[in-house]
């Protein structure tokens, strides 16, 4: 009994079958994923900058927006961008608004992530030494190029090891997007197994894959960014 | 402001039932994640044999999204293993193995963080070696794990929205069905979105107030 | 029990011609000597000289190559008596309370109270009621004059004050002997006094020791017999008048003129 479902589970023909709509559904996990992380390093460098700011409201918005995005489940997040935020959208603007959901998806998993992203960049910016900005001041570059030219680069590479567990998690993440219909690798699992009804071996299949696939992004992403880092400050 | 009354307020025994349940839910996910997690190291550490096993299920447990684990736990798992049985211990158990990985790491890294004549002073007093574990190198890694462990807490608890799915009738699913049968999700999913985030942060700012504390008062950094 | 001409004729402690090897260095390389109930010996020598890896072959921290360690008569590593079989782990613990141990990295335990560092042997080892226990503690507090800082946590001590905790700690299971592993080399020089200060009035209390120490003032004044390690072999050996007034290495010379100001 036990072997037979065993066996089942790891026979992955059904799964190979189709292979070819199955990918076709990882590659929009991986969209969603770019899309959103560059969502979450835009917006988290900017909150982080809101933080680390003079004026003390907008030290409190960078706050409340870090308080607020990194205590928030994924999925209340994503449900409640595509569910309330068009209508919300739609009464401010007077007319009626809906999301695509893969737009949904983005902006639901780039704003959450910009949270985790806007912490990692403050603690960057605030360990880089005073001397290092006076010694620029003193040399006459504006703050803008202060920033951009001797703040960012040595943030990017204090933050990189942080960061990157950070698109770990972003990447897993995506696999929720099927519950508001992305086309995803999961999503197209649910379809398949409607005409299949093979549970054990396509849920087996996708854990597998999804496994195979984050380990496999961690280790290169974890490789190229050491080598990145130590190229750039050896 | 009638809707917030008519959606919320007056749906709130509802609400507050799918809120205890998701308690519970995360209460029993993390009373395995942390036992799971302890065994788990322990193997890895001290059990050569079964080491690579450890590893694996380390590895496979932490780079799963917990989506897929979930599915796989509540629909593959009954076949395979005859359990969990009911979809509220599937959705138990996905979440707790899960974290469980991730604890067996923090783990791992506060018991080789143990300065090694910690140990050799429980030796040189006449302690035996799991007399040394219980009360020397257990207590301390446990105190330096302490803040990440509320952390998993807090991933735990993002998580179990997630068992709704799998139609446990947790504070999201009860929170969806009113948007099913309302057809009005405003009110009701801001609500719920306000609950989550005012829970998860509660327990975070415990977590950080706790991990003060340790520090002041043993000396030990943050694992 | 056989009968000895005297207690004294049985040494505290009888080091007989211990090996230890780690791999293929020879880190001690036949090393003897005998200490008294009640005498101090001091041990000095150049860093990487094998001082800690000795001590720590004593209580069998290490256990050494070849070679053997009597703890009043007993042998630690076999039966004795002409049973040459092996002891078991917990023999070993058993009687690896006999040997107080003070760690040059105090090793206090940081999730325990100060007095909580000091009784935890005494009830876990010896099965000490928690009562007996804590009298015992603040006894053993008191001697090292840090009573007043028992419900503290290690964190909120200075490193002498913890040094004189582990030395409490240790004297907590009444040793038949105290083994000290340059106690003093982790403290700030205005620390290093408090330490030794204690360590004296043990050493006047008639306390067996053996103390690994740089602090030559201390060496010389506190203690009965000094030796000099070099090597892995004791290479100068006798009262601290004859150590430090007439040394008859070469080494031995050399090394104290670099350390005797
Ligand atoms: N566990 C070990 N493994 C390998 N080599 C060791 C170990 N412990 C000590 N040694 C080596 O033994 C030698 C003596 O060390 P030690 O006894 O600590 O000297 P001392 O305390 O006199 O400075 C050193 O060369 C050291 O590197
Ligand atoms: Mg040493």
Redesign the interface.
């Known amino acids: 009994m036990v072997s037979d479902a065993l066996a089942e589970a790891l026979d992955l023909t059904t799964f190979w079958e189709y292979r070819e709509v199955l990918l076709r559904g990882l590659a929009f996990n991986v969209y969603t994923f770019l899309a959103a992380a560059t969502v979450s390093i835009a917006i988290g460098l900017a909150a982080a900058l809101l933080r680390v700011n003079r004026l003390r409201p907008l030290r409190w918005a960078g706050t409340v927006h870090v308080e607020l995005f990194r205590n928030a489940p994924d999925y209340i997040m994503v449900v409640w961008v595509h569910f309330v935020l068009p209508l919300l959208l739609g009464k401010l603007l007077g007319s009626r608004i809906e999301f695509d959901p893969f737009v949904s998806a983005v902006i639901a998993l780039g704003f959450v992530y910009s949270g985790y992203f806007a912490e990692t960049f403050r603690t960057g910016i605030q360990a880089i030494p005073l001397g290092h900005l006076e010694a620029a001041r003193a040399c006459g570059m504006s703050e803008r190029q202060i920033l951009w030219r001797i703040t960012l680069p040595q943030v990017v590479r204090r933050m990189l090891p942080e960061a990157v567990n950070i698109f770990v998690s972003q990447f897993k993440a995506t696999t929720i997007i099927s519950l508001i219909a992305v086309p995803d690798l999961m999503y197209r699992v649910g379809m398949v197994l409607q005409q299949e009804m093979k549970p054990l071996p396509l849920y087996t299949g996708a854990a597998l894959t999804y496994f195979i696939v984050v380990y496999l992004f961690a280790g290169t992403v974890r490789a190229l960014s050491e080598r990145w880092r130590n190229r750039i400050y050896a | 402001m009638s809707n917030w009354e008519r959606l919320v307020w007056n749906q709130r025994e509802v609400l507050l039932k799918g809120f205890l349940v998701t308690v519970e839910i995360c209460l029993i996910a993390f009373a395995i994640a942390v036992v799971g997690g302890m065994l788990l190291c322990l193997v890895r550490l001290y059990v050569k044999p079964l080491k690579p096993l450890a590893v694996l299920l380390i590895e496979f447990f932490r780079a799963t999204p917990i989506f897929v684990q979930l599915m796989w736990v509540a629909y593959v798992w009954p076949e395979i293993f005859g359990w969990p049985g009911t979809f509220f211990a599937a959705g138990c158990v996905a979440l707790g193995v899960q974290s469980s990985g991730y604890l067996a790491e923090t783990f791992r890294a506060g018991i080789e963080a143990i300065p090694r004549g910690h140990r050799e002073a429980g030796y040189s007093v006449g302690m035996s070696p799991p007399q040394v574990f219980r009360r020397i190198v257990l207590p301390q890694t446990l105190l330096a794990s302490a803040p990440s462990i509320v952390n998993q807490f807090t991933v735990i608890v993002k998580s179990s929205t997630l068992v709704s799915v799998i139609t446990v009738q947790d504070l999201m699913f009860q929170a969806l069905k009113l948007v099913t049968v309302w057809y009005e999700p405003i009110e009701i999913l801001t609500v719920t979105a306000g609950i989550y985030i005012g829970f998860v942060f509660l327990v975070s700012l415990a977590g950080k107030t706790l991990a003060d504390r340790l520090r002041l008062r043993y000396g030990l950094a943050a694992a | 029990m056989h009968v000895e001409s005297g207690v004294d004729a049985v040494p505290a402690i009888r080091v007989v011609d211990l090996h230890k090897r780690f791999g293929t260095l020879d880190v001690l390389r036949g090393v003897s000597f005998d200490v008294r109930r009640g005498d101090v010996v001091s041990m000095i020598g150049a860093s990487g000289s094998g001082k800690s890896t000795l001590l720590r072959c004593i ?1 069998r ?1 290490e256990t050494p190559s070849s070679g053997e360690v009597y703890i009043d008569g007993e042998p630690m590593g076999h039966r004795g008596q002409g049973d040459a079989k092996a002891r078991s ?2 023999e070993i ?2 009687m ?2 006999d ?3 003070v ?1 040059q ?1 105090f ?5 325990m109270t100060v007095l909580g560092n000091v009784i ?2 005494p009830i ?2 010896r099965g000490m009621s928690r009562r007996e226990a804590t009298a015992l503690g603040e006894e053993c507090l008191a001697r090292v004059h840090l009573e007043e800082k028992s419900k503290e ?4 001590l200075s490193g002498g004050q913890q040094q004189r905790v ?1 030395i409490a ?2 004297l ?2 009444r040793p038949k002997a105290m083994l000290f592993d340059e106690p003093t080399s982790s403290l700030d020089p205005e620390l290093t006094d408090e330490v030794l200060v204690v360590m004296r009035e043990l050493a006047a209390d008639g306390t067996t020791m053996i103390v690994v120490t740089h602090e030559m003032g201390f060496a010389r004044e506190a203690s009965d017999r000094v030796l000099f390690l070099h090597n892995g072999l004791i290479e100068e050996e006798g009262p601290p008048s004859q150590v430090f007034g007439a040394p008859k290495s070469e080494r031995c010379r050399q090394f104290l003129s670099k350390h005797v100001q």
């Open positions: 209580n921290l782990l917990a613990n058993m690896r309370r040997l107080g141990m760690f990295q090793n206090l335990w940081p999730h935890e042997a876990r080892v946590y290690p964190a909120r582990a700690r240790a907590a299971m």
